[in-house]
Nanobody, 122 residues
Framework: QVQLEESGGGLVQPGGSLTLSCTVS????????MAWYRQAPGEQRELVAS???????NYAGPGLGRFIIYRINSKKTVSLQMDSLKPEDTAVYYC????????????????WGQGTQVTVST
C-alpha cells in the first residue's frame, strides 16, 4: 500500500528556517506531480508549492520567494525548504503526490500524508 510519510516539522522562531521532507513507500509504478499544502486552524487547506517529475515548480503566494520545493526521484522524496518563517506560516503541512500504482492506472491516484505541524513563534 502506498504511503506518504512527512518529517521535519517543529517549533521555530520567526525568521528561522525549517526543511520538511516526505518519502513515498509501498509498491507503485510511477510518481507524477508532488506538492506541499498547508492548513492553518480554521482555514482551508491551501497549496504551498508543487513540482513535476521533470522538476518544474510552481509556488503559491504565501511561500513565494521564501520557500523552495525540490525532489529526488531516485529516493522518492520531496522536500520543502522554508526560510524567513513568519508566525502566519504556522500550520499543518501536508505532502501530496499523484501516483500510478501500476502501469494499468490510466490516471494517477491522489495520495496525502498525515501532516506535520509547523509552529512559528517566540
Amino acid at each position: 500500500q502506498v504511503q506518504l510519510e512527512e518529517s521535519g516539522g517543529g517549533l521555530v522562531q520567526p525568521g528561522g528556517s525549517l526543511t520538511l521532507s516526505c518519502t513515498v513507500s509501498g509498491l507503485h509504478y510511477r510518481i507524477e506531480d508532488m506538492a506541499w499544502y498547508r492548513q492553518a486552524p480554521g482555514e482551508q487547506r491551501e497549496l504551498v508549492a508543487s513540482i513535476t517529475t521533470e522538476g518544474n515548480t510552481n509556488y503559491a503566494g504565501p511561500g513565494l520567494g521564501r520557500f523552495i520545493i525540490y525532489r529526488i526521484n531516485s529516493k522518492k522524496t520531496v522536500s520543502l525548504q522554508m526560510d524567513s518563517l513568519k508566525p502566519e506560516d504556522t500550520a499543518v503541512y501536508y505532502c501530496y503526490a499523484e501516483i500510478r500504482r501500476t502501469y494499468e492506472d490510466y490516471y494517477p491516484v491522489k495520495f496525502w500524508g498525515q501532516g506535520t505541524q509547523v509552529t512559528v513563534s517566540t
